[in-house]
């Protein structure tokens, strides 16, 4: 039972070498880097390996490790043998300890099904059906499980009776499905019930074998709260004039790349379906391109729109004409860095505020900064994100009216593969070693901010490129734990104390935020990271003499 801490010779280590306060720290270091530093299978061996150091660290580890059981296809037969065998110690529920490891598994993955090319194997694999029927037999077991998630496999019988036998189920995700590709499997889909007690379906990257119809079965869409889909699957479910009185979220995002183009059919579709969930809250509809344009279409507008619908976001500027009429909207997540120019967002920002009279949060670009009279559109706004893709200059950060409402102030630094922003996003980096005075004249002028975010703290170093390309190339590297303290240490000093405590940071956010774009340096920095990982693994493991966890 290696791979699931559960050890009847436990401890091996009485804690009495160590302060309990390093002790602590060096479990929180561990629970805290592990799931964004390690891949998923080299964090559950690490809280395994940690469960086996002592009372104390099996304590806190056990609900981490055991949150999520995995069973994997034809290449994880061995590590389904000790979850088969943990599914035993469930079933017998001997001892008070089952039921607490029990109590502590909230989702079950399935993933890794063994794909032959073009030929998919439609029977179940023995091992898989093992553990289908284990699950089975101990849902009831499992009292705050909550979330199955299906990866990379086909839709067969045994999938389907699992669903149905987890009453308590409130939450599926399928994510890169091949599809139902043999006639009598979508029989046997098709002749399924639908689980009434799923409120959230998520369906991610299901674009290689298309989207059959037959996944909207699988749920009673009259309890489903929340859908959140590819865009040709939230179609292909919008389609069949479901009504969905609870829903109150729906998320729909495009493919990309995509060819797809503006389609007035798509936008017909959409205005009806909305009228179809007058509980709807929230609604994002991003990179779907037979959606965007800057002016709706000319469309018959059904009546009986959600006037639940507070929350907006998207990259349509057409969907957000349309909706700000007909709906309270109040939060807006609308990227207004799709008009080229300051003065068309501007008048974009006016009609929201005309038609909902107030907007609570709003991403917007940074050169807006610039303009005097911004503040007065926006003095009721909670939270405003800042994206940045030009140059900027102390000058564009200066506010000449304060926002007064303004709780929540943060700077989104974008970054992009497109060669025409290379040079704009060097500038940004080269000026964020030296950004503490700008920040303090941000800060100043925003005297009611009781939160402020300044999330990555990254350098940037100089390396040569090739001779045939134009320009350097600017290349992220983490920093360490102490020069992020100096540098947030530089920056505290000169703010006032006031200000100083409202500053937040992420120093452990690094590299999540380097994810968004700039793939061309995430390799190297992701490397870096592993290596500092990697080096924090060996000291502990020197701490607690014990071989490291690789």
């Not at 790349?257 to 809250?281: N, R």
């Not at 059904?302 to 507070?310: A, E, K, T």
């Not at 998207?314 to 969907?319: F, I, M, R």
């Amino acid at each position: 039972m290696a791979s699931y801490g559960v050890s009847e010779s436990m401890p091996i280590y009485n804690g009495g070498a160590l302060p309990i306060e390093l002790q602590l720290e060096i479990i929180q270091m561990c629970l805290q880097i592990g799931p964004n530093a390690m891949s998923y299978s080299e964090y559950k061996s690490m809280l395994s390996s940690l469960t086996r150091v002592c009372r104390m660290f099996c304590d806190m580890c056990q609900p981490s490790l055991f949150a999520t059981l995995e069973c994997n296809g034809w290449d994880g037969e061995q590590k389904n043998d000790a979850l088969l065998a943990l599914f035993g110690r469930f079933e017998k529920m001997d001892t008070v300890d089952e039921y607490r490891l029990a109590s502590y598994v909230k989702e079950f993955r399935i993933n890794n099904w063994d794909d032959n090319g073009n030929n998919l194997d439609v029977h179940t694999p023995k091992a898989m059906e093992m553990v289908f029927k284990a699950l089975q037999v101990n849902a009831q077991h499992f009292p705050n499980l909550r979330t199955l998630t299906l990866c990379s496999i086909p839709l067969g019988g045994g999938i389907l009776n699992t669903i149905n036998a987890l009453s308590q189920l409130e939450q599926l995700v399928i994510e890169d499905w091949f599809g139902v590709r043999a006639g009598r499997h979508n029989e046997s889909v098709s002749r399924s019930p639908r689980s009434p007690f799923i409120t959230s379906l998520t369906i991610r990257d299901v674009s290689r074998s298309g989207v059959p119809v037959a996944v909207t079965t699988l749920v009673d869409t009259a309890n489903l709260r929340i859908l959140v889909a590819d865009w040709d699957c939230v179609r292909t479910i919008l389609a069949q004039d479901l009504y969905m009185p609870q829903l109150t979220e729906l998320s729909a995002r495009g493919p990309t790349p995509s060819t797809a183009e503006f389609s007035e059919d798509e936008w017909a579709l959409l205005v009806k379906a909305l009228g179809m969930m007058p509980a709807l809250q929230s609604l994002t509809v991003v990179d779907v391109p037979q959606l965007t344009t800057e002016d709706p279409p000319d469309l018959p507008f059904d009546d009986q729109m959600p006037q639940g619908l507070h929350t907006l976001c998207s990259d349509s500027l057409g969907l957000v004409k349309l909706l700000v009429w007909q709906c309270p909207i109040r939060h807006f997540a609308f990227d207004l860095g799709v008009l080229q120019e300051i003065t068309s967002q501007v008048h974009v920002i006016e009609d929201i505020r005309n038609a909902t009279g107030t907007i609570k949060s709003l991403t917007m670009d940074g050169g807006m900064l610039k303009l005097p009279h911004i503040a007065a559109q926006l003095q009721d706004v909670e939270s405003l994100t800042f994206s940045y893709e030009g140059h900027i200059t102390s000058a564009s950060l200066q506010l000449r009216q304060s926002f007064a409402s303004v709780v929540h102030f943060q700077y989104k630094f974008l970054r992009s593969d497109n060669p025409k922003y290379r040079h704009s996003i060097n500038v940004v980096f080269d000026l964020q070693g030296q950004l503490s005075h700008i920040r303090t004249n941000l800060v100043s002028h925003l005297p009611s901010a009781t939160k402020i975010t300044y999330a990555g703290i990254i350098q940037w170093r100089k390396v040569q490129w090739p001779a045939n390309l134009e320009e350097p190339e600017w290349r992220p590297t983490i920093l360490d734990h102490q020069q992020a303290k100096e540098r947030l240490l530089l920056l505290l000093s000169s703010l006032d104390p006031r200000d100083a405590s409202r500053i937040v940071t992420d120093v452990d956010g690094c590299l999540e935020n380097l994810k968004v774009g700039y793939s061309e340096s995430l390799g190297d920095a992701i490397r870096a990271s592993n290596r500092a990982q990697s080096q924090a693994r060996r000291v502990m493991a020197r701490w607690l003499n014990r071989r490291p966890v690789m």
